[in-house]
């Protein structure tokens, strides 16, 4: 391996692209700074907390312009905790899942796995593919994410052509939301978790809930099923009227999403930040277009994800070479999804990362890649 250094010129001011844990600004840490010495370390039943649930829902609100009628409710644990808590509150008998990458094979399989639900219709594409939900009868929640993050796929969010009419469409937005373009109201439930666009730590899922859910929620709540008092909604809806959580939530997080909105509303809210995304991805496909060396996973480009980049190298070109030499200069987690194993970068490109350390990114790479012995000689490939 050679000993390549990418000259200081090139480098772009921040050299973290990760697809999440993402990166933090800085205004965020000073955030963390002023907390130190207000809510943190305080009751979450007390003002000082309370103060800031309620900053995070009104500033979630805000940005998505919800409808009347809706909520944001959040809770501990994650989108992977979230996932089960659907499964318990929210699916009446059956649901549809689109599948087409490893987070949304999750929920699949989540909703599989429950006893007390009927065999979900599975509807699936490989890694790099798009399917989307179509109406079946008996089908009483769709779902599928708005951005598959280990694929770089991203799915429009739609109501469901030939559904029931009392059926729900749950889209997870982890990666998306604050990223990408939406209407809530063309679906039923928004979820996400921070640690994507808006900068923050995982382990809190936030979701963005229409009247219709909320009934869904008060339906099914003390049905005889599996319903632990960690995962219940009804008991997350109740806390979240009070601008609280059913369980002691991180603070940190709190603040640090909270400083997000704020930072993204100032900018100019959510057309703003999908806009940046936007420019990161036309630079950085553009590169791809021009680079021998490179292939798009994603062959539709209606489908390649404006937050989550993924791209294939050539055979000759060792994407564990180019990760080690970046990754010595200061630029990283731009590792591919360790399940594709596949020859691969995957280029994280939420709100806080600039167009122009994108654009710095790709005159890196081509740096890094004419300096390694025998790379780029083969002409483009997708393994």
Same mark, same amino acid.
């Given at each position: ?15 973290r692209?990760?697809?999440?844990p ?28 309370r103060s ?34 659907a ?31 009927a065999e ?18 008996g089908?009483?929640v ?6 598959e ?14 559904? &029931? ?5 749950l ?9 990408? &373009? ?9 979820y ?8 923050? &730590? ?7 809930m ?12 003390g049905?005889?099923?599996w ?18 959580t ?14 997000q ?13 999908v ?16 680079t ?42 731009v ?5 594709l194993?596949?020859?691969?970068l995957?280029v ?11 654009e ?24």
């Amino acid at each position: 391996m050679p000993d390549v250094t990418i000259p200081a010129s090139l480098l772009p001011r921040d050299g973290r692209f990760g697809s999440g844990p993402s990166r933090v600004r800085p205004g965020q840490v000073d955030a963390l700074v002023a907390a130190g010495r207000g809510p943190m370390g305080t009751s979450h039943r007390q003002d000082g907390v309370r103060s800031l649930v309620g900053r995070v829902r009104e500033g979630l609100a805000s940005l998505f312009s919800l409808p009347d009628g809706w909520e944001v409710v959040l809770g501990n644990g994650g989108t992977t905790a979230f996932w089960d808590a659907a499964v318990a509150h929210l699916v009446r008998d059956r649901a549809q899942a689109c599948v087409f990458g490893e987070f949304s094979g999750s929920l699949a399989r989540a909703l599989s796995a429950a006893p007390f639900l009927a065999e979900p219709s599975v509807r699936s594409a490989p890694p790099g593919g798009l399917v989307r939900a179509a109406g079946e009868t008996g089908i009483d929640v769709y779902a599928w994410p708005h951005n598959e993050t280990s694929t770089g796929v991203m799915s429009p969010v739609h109501a469901v052509p030939g559904a &029931d009419p009392d059926a729900l469409v749950l889209v997870d937005g982890t990666s998306a939301a604050g990223g990408l &373009d939406v209407d809530v109201s063309a679906c039923d439930v928004y979820y996400f978790a921070p640690q994507k666009s808006f900068g923050s &730590d995982g382990g809190l899922w936030l979701a963005l809930m229409s009247p219709r859910a909320l009934e869904r929620v008060a339906e099914l709540d003390g049905a005889d099923r599996w319903q632990p008092r960690f995962l219940s909604l009804p008991l997350a809806v109740q806390a979240c009227r009070k601008d609280q959580t059913l369980n002691t939530p991180a603070v940190a997080t709190l603040v640090m999403l909270a400083d997000q909105l704020d930072w993204m509303h100032a900018a100019g809210g959510l057309p703003w930040a999908v806009g940046r995304s936007r420019e990161s991805a036309r630079r950085l496909y553009d590169w791809v277009a021009a680079t021998p060396w490179a292939t798009p996973f994603v062959a539709d480009a209606q489908a390649r994800s404006h937050v989550v980049a993924t791209v294939d190298l050539d055979a000759s070109v060792d994407h564990r070479d180019v990760l080690d030499v970046l990754r010595r200069n200061g630029i990283v987690d731009v590792d591919p999804y360790r399940a594709l194993g596949r020859n691969q970068l995957r280029v994280g490109m939420f709100p806080a990362v600039d167009p122009d350390d994108v654009e710095a990114l790709t005159a890196c790479l081509d740096f890094v890649v004419a300096r390694l012995p025998g790379a780029g000689t083969t002409g483009p490939g997708r393994t």
